[in-house]
């Protein structure tokens, strides 16, 4: 299957109902409705290869580089993508105890304040190369911390020695 892509201003991507967008190619009149925006490389790759799936889940096109498009569409896509990942970040460690290797930790996120478990740190909690980290507790629910060196010392303090 060849892969069709959308580097810049050869199409137009517009809302459809919050997470699916519609995308009309210029010069080709072709309109494909209710797109499902998805990262193929959600960790690493947050605005880079956004793969277009069409209801039955079948790849219709891929954005290169989210920055790339008209502003419209940039901003269209990146709040569809936004609303598919909606992940807590957290701001501040509150509260962080330790039973029987289960870690009990009470954060303060962008979204309010959440406690959590996390059975298994050492898979649970995954450090990345810029700077961020990823938490996945107990639930499969997914926290992110965007830099953990701009968090305060004592919030520092609880999570640094678990990386």
């Known amino acids: 299957m060849e892969h069709r892509y959308i580097d810049s201003t050869e199409a137009r991507i517009t809302e459809n109902d919050g997470i699916f967008v519609d995308v009309e190619f210029y010069g080709s009149n072709e309109v494909l409705f209710e797109l499902e925006p998805r990262r193929l490389f959600p960790v690493s790759g947050l605005d880079k290869y956004i793969t ?51 870690w009990m930790w009470t954060v303060d996120t962008d979204r309010g304040r959440y406690t959590f478990e996390v059975r298994n740190h050492a898979v649970s909690v995954k ?13 499969d629910n997914r ?15 609880m999570i640094l020695p678990n990386l």
């Open 127 to 139: 450090p990345l190369y810029d700077g961020r980290v990823l938490i996945k507790d107990a639930n």
């Open 143 to 157: 926290y992110e911390i965007p830099d953990v060196y701009a968090m305060d010392k004592r919030s520092q303090r």
């Open 52 to 102: 277009l799936l069409d209801s039955e889940g079948v790849e219709q096109a891929i954005v290169r580089d989210i920055s790339r498009l008209l502003p419209e569409s940039r901003e269209v896509l990146a709040h569809s993508l936004a609303e598919y990942y909606m992940i807590p970040r957290i701001v501040r460690f509150v509260k962080m105890s330790e039973n029987f290797k289960i």
